[in-house]
């Protein structure tokens, strides 16, 4: 059973930075891409970053050069770096991950901002609130 947990959501204020982490468990392949989505109150749920096994990104447009997102393949960990976050910025954050897209992308992740819709497997959530 794949379990994927967020840590890290908390209120900042506005310039203000967080780091959020996911711990991955129970996928079955060695290769999987592993994501941030967000979803604010009364908006669909958007991709912020995404990652492959080999530390491939591709980023949502306003969270390129703010965003930093990484991971450990050894400890099945994902983070977030955020920085300058502003009040849009205010969402539940949810990591994703998927190990069926490397087999049809040739190992990697979708090109292009990240699709919540190729994700199959998510985690509960952590929420980001900032304000200004």
């Known amino acids: 059973q794949v379990q994927l947990v967020e840590s890290g959501g908390a209120s900042v204020e506005a310039g203000g930075s967080l780091t959020l982490t996911c711990t991955a468990s129970?996928?079955?392949?060695?290769?999987?891409?592993m994501g941030w989505f967000r979803q604010a109150p009364g908006k669909q749920r958007e991709g912020v970053a995404v990652?492959?096994?080999?530390?491939?990104?591709d980023y949502e447009h306003s969270a390129k050069g703010r965003f930093t997102i990484s991971r450990d393949n050894g400890k099945n960990m994902l983070s977030l770096e955020m920085n300058s976050l502003t009040p849009e910025d205010t969402a539940m954050y949810y990591c994703?991950?998927?190990?069926?897209?490397?087999?049809?992308?040739?190992?990697?992740?979708?090109?292009?901002?990240?699709?919540?819709?190729?994700?199959?497997?998510w985690g509960q959530g952590t929420q980001v609130t900032v304000s200004s």
């Open positions: 994703a991950a998927d190990d069926e897209l490397p087999g049809r992308y040739g190992g990697s992740c979708p090109p292009g901002p990240p699709s919540p819709y190729e994700y199959d497997y």
């Open positions: 990652i492959d096994n080999d530390g491939k990104t």
């Open positions: 129970g996928l079955a392949s060695t290769r999987y891409c």
